[in-house]
Nanobody, 117 residues
Framework: QVQLVESGGGLVQAGGSLRLSCAASGKSIFSFVAMYWYRQPPGKQRELVATITRGGGTNYADSVKGRFTISRDNTKNTMYLEMNSLKPEDTAVYYC??????????WGQGTQVTVSS
């Protein structure tokens, strides 16, 4: 059974940094076609933040470009989101997500990130 577990969230002041981790079990992360970080700010819809493909290609939402970096460590079976220059508007529950193949998709439980002004 595939499980994704996020960690690394917390409370940070504006301008600070956090690194989120998404540890996978039950499947090698190299098996996934792509992995994603999503976030859901309070009272808003969930939005895509960053993508990393099996081949290592990355893509970012305009709101986080230049500040966030998505990466993965196949040896640790873990995906990361390095977040720098955090802003209050980055406050959200952050979720990792993975596509195994068409119509097979997994979500983590989420980790709270709160950025104080």
């Amino acid at each position: 059974q595939v499980q994704l577990v996020e960690s690394g969230g917390g409370l940070v002041q504006a301008g600070g940094s956090l690194r989120l981790s998404c540890a996978a079990s039950g499947k090698s992360i190299f098996s996934f076609v792509a992995m994603y970080w999503y976030r859901q700010p309070p009272g808003k819809q969930r939005e895509l933040v960053a993508t990393i493909t099996r081949g290592g290609g990355t893509n970012y939402a305009d709101s986080v470009k230049g500040r966030f970096t998505i990466s993965r460590d196949n040896t640790k079976n873990t995906m990361y989101l390095e977040m720098n220059s955090l802003k209050p508007e980055d406050t959200a529950v952050y979720y990792c997500n993975a596509d195994l193949f068409a119509n097979v998709n997994y979500w983590g439980q989420g980790t709270q990130v709160t950025v104080s002004s």
